[in-house]
């Protein structure tokens, strides 16, 4: 597939195959990613990696559950999305039965990092796309994947921010586009400065 392809045929993936993912697919996903550019070459990011659906399930679970009493960690839109989508299907998981998880890490919280690691995040997507696998960032588990507990039995430093949680699998259907609305676009036309009058020699 090429970079044009991948761009435009990526889509939020909700529905995964029973198909494991293995740990090459990952190290290959996350090589893509650390090619993305950061500030002054400051390569800001790591990763930490849950396998296997079981697991993932286990996560999904609890970062619900935690959601469910502490919806003022998430904007108003972000509460009403998740209530609407618990209310529709109570059996809703955080992340989709997906056979693995990604979690993209700043490792301060300056926001510079974070920037980078959302480009870093971006690069894992569209890699995934160029080799037939499907992904979703899922935000709605940023605020308990932060908790400092949830961090240290991940192994992840305290210090560290997760920035993009991917969960990644082998799509059970692409979906259908949305399609994009035309980008707005301001050309900006350059000022032209006023050109100093130069005084003729008569006039000095």
Same mark, same amino acid.
């Given at each position: 597939?090429? =970079?044009?392809?991948?761009?435009?045929?990526?889509?939020?993936?909700?529905?995964?195959? $029973?198909?494991?993912?293995?740990?090459?697919?990952?190290?290959?996903?996350?090589?893509?990613?650390?090619?993305?550019?950061? *500030?002054?070459?400051? $390569?800001?990011?790591? =990763?930490?990696?849950?396998?296997?659906?079981?697991?993932?399930?286990?996560?999904?679970?609890?970062?619900?559950?935690?959601?469910?009493?502490?919806?003022? $960690?998430?904007?108003?839109?972000?509460?009403?999305?998740?209530?609407?989508?618990?209310?529709?299907?109570?059996?809703?998981?955080?992340?989709?039965?997906?056979?693995?998880?990604?979690?993209?890490?700043?490792?301060?919280?300056?926001?510079?990092?974070?920037?980078?690691?959302?480009?870093?995040?971006?690069?894992?997507?569209?890699?995934?796309?160029?080799?037939?696998?499907?992904?979703?960032?899922?935000?709605?588990?940023?605020?308990?994947?932060?908790?400092?507990?949830?961090?240290?039995?991940?192994?992840?430093?305290?210090?560290?921010?997760?920035? *993009?949680?991917?969960?990644?699998?082998?799509?059970?259907?692409?979906?259908?586009?949305?399609?994009?609305?035309?980008?707005?676009? =301001?050309?900006?036309?350059?000022?032209?400065?006023?050109?100093?009058?130069?005084?003729?020699?008569?006039?000095?």
């Amino acid at each position: 597939m090429n =970079f044009t392809d991948a761009l435009k045929k990526r889509r939020a993936v909700r529905q995964y195959t $029973q198909a494991a993912i293995e740990r090459p697919e990952v190290e290959a996903l996350i090589n893509a990613a650390i090619e993305a550019p950061s *500030a002054m070459n400051l $390569q800001p990011w790591a =990763f930490a990696v849950i396998l296997g659906r079981e697991n993932v399930d286990s996560y999904a679970m609890r970062a619900k559950a935690w959601l469910a009493t502490h919806l003022s $960690q998430l904007s108003s839109a972000a509460q009403r999305r998740l209530e609407q989508r618990i209310h529709e299907d109570p059996d809703f998981t955080l992340f989709y039965h997906a056979p693995a998880l990604m979690l993209v890490l700043a490792k301060s919280s300056e926001a510079q990092d974070m920037e980078d690691c959302c480009l870093a995040a971006e690069n894992l997507m569209l890699a995934a796309r160029d080799r037939n696998l499907g992904t979703c960032w899922i935000g709605f588990a940023r605020p308990w994947l932060n908790l400092p507990e949830v961090k240290a039995e991940l192994g992840v430093p305290e210090e560290y921010r997760v920035v *993009a949680p991917i969960v990644l699998g082998h799509p059970v259907t692409w979906p259908e586009s949305h399609g994009r609305k035309p980008a707005e676009v =301001f050309w900006i036309r350059p000022v032209q400065a006023e050109q100093p009058q130069l005084a003729r020699v008569s006039e000095l």
